[in-house]
């Protein structure tokens, strides 16, 4: 699991760790809170690739911040790639993270550069400690106090399925709510509180499984001069 603190780039971090822990399952009866947690971990070992978009809302004081970005990810390849679409000053910034080099590469546009730095240095900074040969373990809730706070019926698609909605707690001093599906158990939408205060939102659109993503289309960044700070 991850714990973040309030800014927009933890936020972000949540969002796209989240993301991988999906699952398939059949419809029936409603699981219990163990049973969903072993599906969550269960598919983030197995699933080959996928691409969504993504929206995340940051909430300040007296305004708001949202950045949309579309992420890709093969955890075959060991590759995830972030590109920044809103707003205009980040449109444009690219996010590779590698498993092989442990390194996370960003494009910035208006530097025209490319910034290198050590993932797990990245991760720790975040409040999310990067263990870069075993991803899965990001998604075993058990360490934390985990609650289903609800589960419905409903339809969407022409299909019908649960959701659940859990609570996790004992993330320093935050809570998160997530929402998911049992048609493929992605965490749809996250709400990330400290204090009780509401300090960001996530939502995920458009979600793609197992399209053979190439290390190309994932690792591919322009031809300009890499840094590291």
Not at 176 to 192: A, F, G, S, T
Request: hydrophobic share 40%; aromatic share 6%.
């Amino acid at each position: 699991m991850i714990s973040l603190k309030t800014n927009m780039v933890k936020i972000l971090l949540t969002g796209v760790l989240l993301l991988l822990s999906m699952s398939m399952t059949a419809q029936g009866e409603p699981l219990s809170l163990e049973q969903v947690l072993d599906r969550m971990e269960e598919r983030a070992l197995s699933i080959q690739d996928f691409s969504a978009g993504m929206e995340i809302t940051h909430k300040l004081e007296e305004r708001e911040q949202t950045v949309k970005a579309k992420l890709q990810a093969s955890q075959e390849l060991g590759l995830l790639r972030l590109e920044l679409e809103e707003p205009n000053v980040l449109r444009g910034q690219i996010i590779v993270v590698e498993q092989e080099t442990a390194e996370v590469k960003m494009y910035m546009p208006i530097a025209d550069q490319i910034m290198v730095r050590e993932a797990e240095e990245v991760g720790e900074e975040a409040g999310m400690p990067l263990d870069m040969q075993n991803l899965s373990s990001l998604f075993e809730f058990y360490d934390y106090d985990v609650e289903m706070k609800d589960y419905k019926q409903e339809e969407w698609n022409g299909e019908s399925g649960y959701v659940y909605v859990l609570e996790v707690t004992g993330i320093e001093e935050q809570t998160q709510v997530l929402w998911l599906r049992d048609k493929d158990w992605v965490p749809y939408q996250i709400e990330v509180y400290e204090d009780e205060r509401l300090i960001g939102t996530m939502e995920l659109k458009d979600i793609a499984f197992d399209q053979e993503l190439s290390r190309d289309e994932l690792a591919e960044l322009p031809d300009v001069r890499e840094f590291r700070p």
